[in-house]
């Protein structure tokens, strides 16, 4: 996956600031922004690939999840924006078809 960020720079101030960026929303870029960097710049981009990175992870395990256990699950399974929350239903093989 690719995400933009563009930092600007205030030379006067020796400090960077997001200007545009493709982060999702629930990632708290802000707060990272704020906290890391005006101090630390590296810390900051390290820390928001962490958040991405560990996006990505979970995204890519729903999709194997759904790819390895298709014959197992009833329906489409549901799941929130950071896709950290999973719904399903499934259906335990050799069991019952009706239930």
């Known amino acids: ?4 960020l563009e930092l600007q720079e205030f030379r006067e101030f020796r400090e960077f600031r ?3 960026h493709s982060v999702p929303p629930f990632i708290p870029l802000e707060r990272l922004a704020r906290q890391f960097l005006p101090r630390n710049p590296r ?10 990175n560990a996006f990505v992870a979970r995204r890519q395990q729903l ?15 549901s799941h929130n924006s950071l896709c950290n929350l999973l719904s ?8 019952d078809p009706g239930k």
């Open 1 to 4: 996956d690719s995400f933009r």
């Open 18 to 20: 997001v200007r545009r």
């Open 43 to 52: 810390q900051f981009l390290a820390i928001l690939l962490q958040h991405l």
């Open 63 to 77: 999709q194997e999840f759904q790819e390895e256990f298709s014959e197992c699950i009833r329906g489409v399974p």
């Open 88 to 95: 399903f239903r499934y259906r335990i093989p050799g069991g």
